[in-house]
């Protein structure tokens, strides 16, 4: 059984940083390339980052570039988003998940498994 679980979410002042992680069970970690994605109450779900399987390609949504930095520990079966800078709109529910495509994508229809999230709340 396929398991994402999220986990380092809070309540942060703008301005302030939290670390996400995400550890994967039941699954080959290293042959699935990792995403985030956030969903703000009323919105749909989207696209915040992703690694590829060997976490060498990095790729951001231009509203988090430059603050937001994902990186994986394959020996640990784990993926992470250090989020600095917070800002209010980064509010939401943050999951990750995993997908088949090596290079990953930004279409959330393209990942397989997905944790239940981590809520991020960020005051001005």
């Known amino acids: 059984q396929v398991q994402l679980v999220e986990s380092g979410g809070g309540l942060v002042q703008a301005g302030g940083s939290l670390r996400l992680s995400c550890a994967a069970s039941g699954l080959t970690f290293g042959s699935y390339a990792m995403g985030w994605f956030r969903q703000a109450p009323g919105k749909e779900r989207e696209w915040v980052t992703h690694i590829n399987w060997a976490g060498d390609s990095l790729y951001y949504a231009e509203s988090v570039k430059g603050r937001f930095t994902i990186s994986r520990d394959n020996a640990k079966n784990t993926v992470y988003l250090r989020m600095n800078s917070l800002k209010p709109e980064d509010t939401g529910v943050y999951y990750c998940?995993?997908?088949?495509?090596?290079?990953?994508?930004?279409?959330?229809?393209?990942?397989?498994?997905w944790g239940q999230g981590t809520q991020v709340t960020v005051s001005s």
């Open positions: 998940a995993a997908s088949l495509y090596v290079l990953g994508s930004r279409d959330t229809n393209d990942y397989k498994y």
